[in-house]
C-alpha cells in the first residue's frame, strides 16, 4: 500500500528566504505527482502536476522535482512572501494495477511566512 | 466560470439523520472524486466515478452511498451507518483518471 510523508509538518520563515519542502512516497509506480496548497477552511489549489516520466515542473516561484527512484519529490519556493502561508499537500497517483489510478496524499507541511 | 462547487459550506445534522451533501462540475470532467479530510490527516478516499452510471469504492467507503447520474453531478449521501462522520468533505474532478485533478470548496460537516 502506498504511504506518503511529508517533512516538515511545520515549517516558519521570514519573508524573501528560498525554501524546500519535502514529500517521499513508499511505492515508487506512480503514474504521477500533484503538488497542492491549502488555505486554512478552503479546497486544494492545484500547484504543480509531474508525470512520471518528468523531472521537473516550474510555475513562477515554485518548482517541483521528481526522482521516482528514490521516491522523492521537493517543492522549492523561491523569495518566499506572507501570501505564501498555508498548508502544501504533496499526492502521488499510482498505476491502475496497484491503486486503481487513485490519489494518496501526505499530511501536508503548514508554511507560516513571516513579515 | 467555470469549475466545481459544492453546497453547502457548512451542514449541521443530529446524529442518526442521513445527509447528502452536493458536488457538481461544470467543466466537462468524465472523473469525480469524494475525500473526507479530519484535523492532522492527510486526504482519504470515500468513493470515486470514471464515467457517468459506474463507481468505485475508496478506502474508507463504509457509511458512504454515492450516485453518479449525471457526467456534471456526484453527489454524496452520509448515512446514519457512519460512525464518525463530523468531518471536511472536499469533492474534485479531472479529465480522465490520470489528469491532474481539480478540487471544490469543500463541506464542513458537523454532526451532533
Known amino acids: 500500500k502506498q504511504e506518503v510523508t511529508q517533512i516538515p509538518a511545520a515549517l516558519s520563515v521570514p519573508e524573501g528566504e528560498n525554501l524546500v519542502l519535502n514529500c517521499s512516497f513508499t511505492d515508487s509506480a506512480i503514474y504521477n505527482l500533484q503538488w497542492f496548497r491549502q488555505d486554512p477552511g478552503k479546497g486544494l489549489t492545484s500547484l504543480l502536476l509531474i508525470q512520471s516520466s518528468q523531472r521537473e515542473q516550474t510555475s513562477g516561484r515554485l518548482n517541483a522535482s521528481l526522482d521516482k527512484s528514490s521516491g522523492r519529490s521537493t517543492l522549492y519556493i523561491a523569495a518566499s512572501q506572507p501570501g505564501d502561508s498555508a498548508t502544501y499537500l504533496c499526492a502521488v497517483k499510482g498505476s491502475e494495477e496497484t491503486s486503481g489510478s487513485r490519489l494518496t496524499f501526505g499530511e501536508g507541511t503548514q508554511l507560516t511566512v513571516n513579515p | 466560470d467555470g469549475g466545481i462547487t459544492q453546497s453547502p459550506k457548512y451542514l449541521f445534522r443530529k446524529e442518526g439523520q442521513n445527509v447528502t451533501l452536493s458536488c457538481e462540475q461544470n467543466l466537462n470532467h468524465d472523473a469525480m472524486y469524494w475525500y473526507r479530510q479530519d484535523p492532522g490527516q492527510g486526504l482519504r478516499l470515500i468513493y470515486y466515478s470514471q464515467i457517468v452510471n459506474d463507481f468505485q469504492k475508496g478506502d474508507i467507503a463504509e457509511g458512504y452511498s454515492v450516485s453518479r447520474e449525471k457526467k456534471e453531478s456526484f453527489p454524496l449521501t452520509v448515512t446514519s451507518a457512519q460512525k464518525n462522520p463530523t468531518a471536511f468533505y472536499l469533492c474534485?474532478?479531472?479529465?480522465?483518471?490520470?489528469?491532474?485533478?481539480?478540487f471544490g470548496p469543500g463541506t464542513r460537516l458537523t454532526v451532533t
Open positions: 474534485s474532478s479531472s479529465i480522465d483518471r490520470d489528469s491532474q485533478q481539480y
